[in-house]
């Protein structure tokens, strides 16, 4: 397994990745002690999400190992990954919908936060029917804070006023 971490406009990014692809990005991720630093994976990764929060890119080409989640989870997460792109979003409750599994929206919430690989499956742009709605990524207390950047940075949602 190999680790690189980014900056980031919304703090700082870890990635676990292998040959077989993506395991994990998260906030304040740590090198696990059977990790490299480095190696292509992780600096390929790494390379996308720069490009991401530069705006140069807007798809990721990365592969992820979803693998070992439940096939509830993995269905929800697919249709995301498949069907809402960039300055898109959608409620939890359409994401149940389209992902065909009969979750009802808390419970494609509740799979959301649990997102090995945030930002390349893009859960941030999951609202809730209301408002905005949850978010476990970016720094610890900073989290809608980081959803509502990722949003705005993607056009998803208007440019604040004040």
């Not at 304040?28 to 390929?44: I, K, L, T």
């Not at 693998?67 to 994401?95: F, I, K, M, N, Q």
């Amino acid at each position: 397994m190999e680790f690189a971490s980014l900056p980031s406009p919304v703090g700082t990014i870890g990635v676990l990745a292998d040959a077989a692809g993506l395991h994990r990005v998260g906030w304040g991720m740590r090198r696990p002690a059977d990790a490299v630093v480095g190696g292509d994976h992780a600096q390929a990764a790494v390379e996308e999400l720069r490009r991401y929060f530069t705006g140069e890119h807007r798809r990721f080409a990365l592969g992820y190992d979803l693998s070992r989640l439940e096939p509830a989870t993995r269905a929800v997460l697919t249709a995301l990954a498949e069907t809402v792109a960039w300055g898109e979003t959608v409620t939890y409750g359409e994401l149940a919908r389209r992902s065909g599994t009969g979750l009802p929206p808390r419970a494609v919430g509740a799979v959301m936060g649990s997102n090995p690989v945030p930002l390349v499956i893009p859960c941030h742009r999951v609202l809730a029917a209301d408002g905005l709605g949850g978010f476990s990524g970016g720094d610890r207390g900073r989290e809608r804070e980081t959803k509502l950047w990722l949003l705005e940075h993607e056009e998803a949602l208007p440019p604040t006023l004040w």
